[in-house]
T-cell receptor
Framework: EAQVTQNPRYLITVTGKKLTVTCSQNMNHEYMSWYRQDPGLGLRQIYY???????DKGDVPEGYKVSRKEKRNFPLILESPSPNQTSLYFCASSFGQSVNTEAFFGQGTRLTVV | AQSVTQLGSHVSVSEGALVLLRCNYS??????LFWYVQYPNQGLQLLLK??????LVKGINGFEAEFKKSETSFHLTKPSAHMSDAAEYFCAVRTSGGSYIPTFGRGTSLIVHP
């Protein structure tokens, strides 16, 4: 089954404790992206990757890091989480060069930073 | 540059009534347009998309949308709302010409009253 898998689904952590949210896709997609969803603000892109070892900042990259060492994986790293990073996070993937194809989304990770 | 505007953060309808969710886009090149739906505690899933060809696009669950270039619009409609349609709906645009990054609207929450 074609899917994007995020882990964990729920995470509560304390300020300053490094964490990683994993994302994996099994569709051989070139393009992967991280979004955060906040009430009234919709989906805002954090980082995206057009292919292995190619990443770029989205609209709200501050406080986040990503890496793309393999095509299927695109982890999101919060080196020193702060309460303003409490949010719902989504990973998405799609064929990079085919703009007429849709994005596939993971189930989301609800992060709370206390 | 491309952008998407969804008019109305909340739309409320009665069960059986017409659903109309508005989306306007801005793009200097031909757009590829998408509607996604997000049910509570789930990720986004594709409802329908416009790429080329027929401007009236039919999607899942009885939804359809019409691409109107002259109005730069891609409004989502359904003739008769069902309680199960209550969800968050996102319009998105993707263009070629060097930028493959999808842009999402802020979302519209559809509320269906019995």
């Amino acid at each position: 089954e074609a899917q994007v898998t995020q882990n964990p689904r729920y995470l509560i952590t304390v300020t300053g404790k490094k964490l990683t949210v994993t994302c994996s896709q099994n569709m051989n997609h070139e393009y992967m992206s991280w979004y955060r969803q906040d009430p009234g603000l919709g989906l805002r892109q954090i980082y995206y990757s057009m292919n292995v070892e190619v990443t770029d900042k989205g609209d709200v990259p501050e406080g986040y890091k990503v890496s793309r060492k393999e095509k299927r994986n695109f982890p999101l790293i919060l080196e020193s989480p702060s309460p303003n990073q409490t949010s719902l996070y989504f990973c998405a993937s799609s064929f990079g060069q085919s703009v007429n194809t849709e994005a596939f989304f993971g189930q989301g990770t609800r992060l709370t930073v206390v | 540059a491309q952008s998407v505007t969804q008019l109305g953060s909340h739309v409320s309808v009665s069960e059986g009534a017409l659903v109309l969710l508005r989306c306007n886009y801005s793009s200097s090149v031909p757009p590829y347009l998408f509607w996604y739906v997000q049910y509570p505690n789930q990720g986004l899933q594709l409802l329908l998309k416009y790429t080329t060809g027929a401007t009236l696009v039919k999607g899942i669950n009885g939804f359809e949308a019409e691409f109107k270039k002259s109005e730069t619009s891609f409004h989502l409609t359904k003739p008769s709302a069902h309680m199960s349609d209550a969800a968050e709906y996102f319009c998105a645009v993707r263009t070629s010409g060097g930028s493959y990054i999808p842009t999402f609207g802020r979302g519209t929450s559809l509320i269906v009253h019995p």
